[in-house]
């Protein structure tokens, strides 16, 4: 019996390829109990949803799967019977992304193996990231920009209650600076946590998974 086994995903941002933008996602996996002779490829496949576990719709019919939403997947023959993939990639295009308005996004991304037609293995979250788009496809920014609407796939904004910090303190943003301040300050925090949600380090993975929810929450004031 052919079974999957995922060890560890992660990914790079802003990378292009063929001429696109993106984010490529890397994965180590072991394959057990295939038969290289049976000529049956196997595919892994990667569905993206926002944190409110909406799916996130395709705008490209080569990366959405039947029901229109975005995907991506790439088809693979191990050589062996046992097969370890220490960096298998898969790629997908920013503008593969359909985001029908401007906003700041905060994704993750189911993951699904297949033997021919039969599920072998599954995880969920695998990979979350956060992605802010100037509206409509393809077009993505590090950052909002003045009088962008807030998207509403975000959490709620923090409630300011007694013993209950604000989100700028937890942030160690001063609320009394000014706008652009803010905003340098934002990306400047926003670039060294976006680099740490899939460190193999859970506790670090988790904390920066809470600041990036942080972050998007002060950007939404600032739009």
Known sequence: MTTAEIHRIWADFDVSMGGRNGLI??????VRGYNPGAGREMTIIYWFYYTDNSPVRGA???????????CTAEDFTPPYRDSTYDDFIVFMPYDAFGFDRAGYFEAYCNLGIYYGDKLVARRKRVLMFALSSAGGQGQFEDRPREGRGRPDVLPPPLEERDGHEDVWSQLGIPRSASRDRKEQMLLDQ??????????????????????????????????
């Open 60 to 70: 490209i019919d080569e990366y959405a799967d039947v029901a229109g939403n975005a």
């Open 25 to 30: 996602i890397h994965s180590s996996m072991t």
């Open 190 to 223: 926003y670039n060294i946590y976006r680099a740490r949600v899939n460190h193999p380090d859970l506790e670090k993975r988790q904390e920066a998974e809470r600041m990036m929810v942080l972050i998007a929450r002060a950007r939404q004031e600032l739009a």
